[in-house]
């Protein structure tokens, strides 16, 4: 491009001698220093290569070029990450059970995109703002050496002030290092229900350093996420009702199961629960034997959250039910 700007421009303002251009400009002569020969004469031409103007042109063009494509990396980047992080937000919920949380919540999603919405933008945020500065750092690193900069001292400095931080900060790096993985894997969100051990409530917000969370007396946690050795999710995909009845050792356990199974059959073909009950409930049987008292166990698989709200509804029921019936409810024997 620029032997070709020279050449459209020289029949403009006459032919040099490329001999006279080389004493002047040097072996191989460059545009500017050609042009201040073209246009100034030999004078103007010495000035130019006296004071490497022409060298100063060539690094402020590699510098443009290198802000531009570090911008253009850089713009690349966070829309991929912006598209990423949208798509890990949706979790690891089948869509037939996505569908049915949506219904579960009045109809509306609000709690499951308040759950995506803050996982998508904690994620994003971090990731762009670290593409961002390896991106930029390393134009910027670029840009100072090809002025002539010496970067050996700033490396060195960064290096020890990086030891330094790390050193001081390394709970804190820690926990965050340990939340952004959590996000990750999407291990638990806003609104899940979940069990770290040292305490046990529903999730109210997550951050990278402290996830906080109400247990059921209304108190308040904040955990570091770093503290989080396991966790127990009671609200991720689907939840299960489980419900041990102990029933007197005198009656009969083919009618108890088969009153069990009914009335819960029934419960879950109501209106108010048939999308709170994900698959038909199931009658497991004699799960103990306990002094005077049969334990027959019955599971149903719910929505996330709601093996609570179900496990109570269907312990009444099946307390009415017993009563018409006439079974006697036993007291199990304490173990020992």
């Known amino acids: 491009m620029l032997i070709s700007l020279s050449v459209l421009i020289t029949p403009l303002f006459g032919r040099v001698d490329p001999e006279q251009v080389q004493k002047v400009c ?63 937000a949706e979790g690891t919920m089948s869509e037939k059970v996505r569908e049915r949380t949506r219904t579960v919540f009045d ?15 904690t994620l994003g945020s971090v990731l762009r703002s670290v593409s961002s500065v390896l991106i930029l750092g390393t134009a910027a690193f670029s840009v100072l050496g090809s ?28 926990d965050v290092l340990a939340g952004l993985f959590m996000l990750l894997e999407d291990q638990f969100g806003v609104g899940d229900v979940i069990d770290v051990g040292t305490a046990k409530g529903t999730v109210e917000a997550v951050t990278l350093r402290v996830t906080r969370m109400r247990d059921v007396n209304g108190v308040v946690w904040y955990v570091p996420n ?18 041990d009845i102990p029933v007197d050792i ?44 049969v334990i027959v166990r019955i599971v149903l698989k719910t929505a996330p959250g709601k093996q609570a709200d179900v496990a109570r509804e269907l312990r009444e029921r099946v307390k009415k039910a017993f009563d018409e019936a006439g079974i006697a409810v036993a007291t199990p024997a304490p173990a020992t």
Request: hydrophobic share 45%; net charge positive; aromatic share 6%.
């Open 26 to 88: 040097g072996p191989e002569p460059k545009l500017p220093c050609r042009l201040g020969y073209q246009f100034g004469g030999k004078d103007t031409a010495d000035f130019i290569h006296s004071y490497s103007i022409d060298s100063w042109t060539n690094k402020i063009v590699a510098i443009i070029m290198t802000l531009v494509i570090a911008l253009i990396l850089r713009n690349i980047a966070n829309r991929m990450i912006t598209k990423i992080t949208l798509r890990m």
């Open 107 to 121: 109809g509306s999603p609000a709690l499951l995109n308040q759950r995506r919405a803050q996982r998508a933008k």
């Open 147 to 174: 002025i002539g900069l010496n970067l050996a001292p700033i490396l060195a400095s960064a290096s020890v002030i990086g030891v330094a931080v790390g050193f001081g900060a390394q709970n804190v790096v820690k």
């Open 226 to 243: 770093g503290e989080i050795k396991k966790v127990g999710n009671e609200s991720q995909n689907w939840g299960r009702a489980v419900l």
């Open 250 to 293: 005198a009656e009969d356990v083919e009618r108890v199961k088969e009153i069990l199974q009914t009335t819960a059959d029934a419960m879950a073909a109501e209106a108010d629960w048939t999308e709170l009950i994900l698959e038909r409930p199931s009658v497991w049987g004699v799960q103990a034997l306990a002094g005077d008292a």
